[in-house]
């Protein structure tokens, strides 16, 4: 058989710092494949046929979980979860005992969610096998940066010298961070909006701004992050009409905009909190194709981590 | 170990190309008596401009253009637990319902019949063909599973130290085939 080999990858998706732009290129393009797989009428494929993942979720979710157990389904990979949301008094200790008796169920790859950052490396540091991030507290979503950039990609054809906006909570978010990491990775522009309270002091990777317009202003794409209404107990926001005033994303100012620029959401959406609720079914909404394509760039991310490695002998 | 590959001989030229393949067009039409219900699925990378030759042999002879789609078997293949084997994830295309119809699945060259294995399943997951015939513009002999090809452009026994190599004006900017010697250094 001919083997064109792709670029080795990193033994994990932790974040983007061991990833190049030709292997993420390489990477959005096996998703592209695997879009094919996904609109036949049988949807599986035997690629990883033998292997073993497990999907590992200290902190509840069950949209991401599904599209990452599908994933590796439709790959024929067999899968197992655990869900607890744990203390979080009892944090290290207990992710590593997890962990460990898992690995010794010969697991081959581990996707991890996780209420607090940087568990996930930790667990490769533990265990040294591909790990997936699938969220870890405010530090990284990675599958979902992909997702957003293949998404983007698809209408856009291109981030290059693209300017797209991030409005919303930038300083609890992974989406934020992640994305702030990839786009300007494939050569796009990040400028990242909210209210001064909901900004980190520094976003490696975008611009940061209180001034929506600012934001918006010729912007190629609109990415509206959830604004979480327990923010308001903590104080760093005064008032929920007064965050719709201020940075609610509505028709009237994506017209600031480029004409027909993409709106994207990672969900859930909080209607007519942080984005017009009409806006959700406007042309111009991402939104259902955001969540159709997770499926397939996280097929790809399973392939790229998991072919051509040793199968755990547990 | 490095892997170094010294050219023996051309096998054949573009005349001989083009004759096998004109002979295999009209062997394919007379096996189906006719066009009818036929349709060609060419597989990465060579099998693709191999199959578009012959519908386009087809079309010549029958006046129908009958439809071809391409495949990729990399999801299909059995060494996918190799160590430090990655295979690069290439496009499947086949813009038509392939229940019912005869297939014509083209590659360039049968050697351990893998390849046409794992084609056999991706095609019986993408539908149910009411048969599928097998078209090789080279058999190489050695194979490891039980597979043959209905239509063969050359016989050619070879070594297993050898490589044959199909060359296609759309892919290598000729038509050829030749023969390699590996050595291993």
Same mark, same amino acid.
């Given at each position: 058989?001919?083997a +064109? ?12 710092q061991?990833w190049?732009?030709?292997q ?6 096996t998703a592209?494949m695997?879009q094919e ?5 049988v =949807? ?6 033998g292997f073993?993942? %497990?999907t590992?979720?200290f902190?509840?979710s069950? @949209?991401?979980?599904? +599209? ?9 990979a067999d ?10 008094t009892?944090k290290?200790?207990?992710y ?5 008796t898992l690995e ?6 581990y996707?991890i ?8 490396h ?5 265990l ?5 991030n ?13 997702? !957003? ?6 209408r856009l054809?291109?981030l290059e010298g =693209? ?5 919303g ?13 990839l ?5 796009a522009?990040?400028v %990242?909006?909210?209210p ?8 490696p ?5 209180t001034?929506l317009r600012?934001?918006?202003?010729d912007a190629?794409?609109v990415m509206v992050l959830?604004?979480?209404?327990e923010?308001?107990d =903590?104080?760093?926001l005064?008032?929920?009409p007064?965050y719709i005033?201020a940075y609610?994303?509505?028709r009237? @100012?994506?017209?600031? %905009?480029?004409p027909?620029a993409?709106?994207?959401?990672p ?11 009409i ?7 991402l939104?259902e194709r955001?969540v159709?394509?997770?499926q %397939?760039?996280?097929?790809a ?8 490695r040793?199968?755990s002998e547990? | 170990?490095?892997?170094k590959i ?6 054949l030229?573009?005349?001989e190309?083009?004759r ?6 009209h ?5 189906n008596?006719?066009s009818?219900g036929?349709?060609?699925v060419?597989?990465?990378?060579r099998g693709i401009s191999l199959?578009?030759?012959?519908v ?14 391409i ?8 060494d ?5 084997l ?8 086949i813009?038509f319902?392939?229940?019912? =119809?005869a297939?014509?699945?083209?590659d360039d060259? /049968?050697?351990?019949?893998r390849t046409a294995?794992?084609a056999? !399943? ?8 009411s048969r599928?015939?097998?078209?090789v513009l080279i058999d190489?002999?050695?194979r490891e599973?039980?597979?043959r090809a209905?239509f063969?452009?050359k016989n /050619?026994p070879?070594?297993? +130290?050898e490589v044959?190599k ?9 038509d ?8 291993s250094?």
């Amino acid at each position: 058989m001919s083997a +064109s080999a792709t670029p080795t990858f990193p033994p994990h998706l932790l974040d983007f710092q061991d990833w190049s732009r030709p292997q993420i290129e390489s990477l959005l393009e096996t998703a592209r494949m695997m879009q094919e797989v996904l609109a036949r009428p049988v =949807k599986k494929v035997p690629a990883l046929m033998g292997f073993t993942v %497990a999907t590992v979720f200290f902190e509840p979710s069950t @949209r991401t979980r599904i +599209s990452f157990e599908l994933a590796a389904r439709r790959m024929s990979a067999d899968v197992v979860s655990f869900s607890g949301a744990m203390s979080s008094t009892a944090k290290g200790e207990t992710y590593r005992d997890t962990l460990r008796t898992l690995e010794q169920m010969g697991i081959d790859a581990y996707i991890i969610r996780a209420d607090a950052a940087g568990v996930c490396h930790q667990a490769y540091r533990w265990l040294g096998k591909p790990i997936l991030n699938a969220g870890d507290g405010w530090r990284a979503h990675p599958t979902q940066a992909l997702l !957003d950039a293949f998404t983007l990609l698809e209408r856009l054809g291109s981030l290059e010298g =693209k300017k797209i906006a991030i409005v919303g909570d930038i300083l609890h978010s992974r989406v934020a961070r992640s994305n702030a990491e990839l786009l300007p990775l494939l050569g796009a522009t990040v400028v %990242a909006c909210g209210p001064a309270t909901l900004l980190p002091a520094h976003l490696p990777g975008a611009h940061l701004t209180t001034d929506l317009r600012e934001a918006l202003q010729d912007a190629d794409a609109v990415m509206v992050l959830r604004l979480q209404k327990e923010r308001m107990d =903590k104080g760093l926001l005064p008032s929920l009409p007064e965050y719709i005033a201020a940075y609610q994303v509505t028709r009237a @100012r994506l017209a600031w %905009a480029r004409p027909q620029a993409p709106l994207l959401h990672p969900g859930p959406m909080n209607r007519d909190v942080e984005m017009e609720g009409i806006l959700a079914e406007a042309p111009q909404s991402l939104v259902e194709r955001q969540v159709a394509n997770g499926q %397939a760039v996280r097929m790809a991310v399973l392939y790229h981590l998991l072919v051509g490695r040793k199968r755990s002998e547990g | 170990m490095e892997r170094k590959i010294t050219f023996k001989s051309k096998l054949l030229n573009e005349d001989e190309v083009r004759r096998a393949l004109t002979r295999i067009a009209h062997e394919v039409i007379e096996k189906n008596k006719g066009s009818e219900g036929l349709c060609f699925v060419g597989i990465h990378t060579r099998g693709i401009s191999l199959a578009r030759r012959l519908v386009d042999l087809i079309e010549r002879f029958e006046g129908r253009r009958v439809p071809m789609g391409i495949l990729d078997i990399t999801l299909y293949r059995d060494d996918l637990t190799e160590i430090g084997l990655q295979p690069k994830v290439r496009e499947t295309r086949i813009p038509f319902d392939l229940s019912g =119809k005869a297939v014509v699945l083209v590659d360039d060259v /049968l050697y351990t019949g893998r390849t046409a294995r794992a084609a056999l !399943d991706a095609l019986i997951d993408l539908g149910r063909p009411s048969r599928i015939y097998l078209a090789v513009l080279i058999d190489r002999g050695h194979r490891e599973l039980p597979i043959r090809a209905d239509f063969v452009g050359k016989n /050619l026994p070879t070594a297993r +130290s050898e490589v044959v190599k199909v060359k296609t004006q759309e892919d290598d900017g000729e038509d050829a085939v030749e023969l390699w010697e590996v050595e291993s250094t």
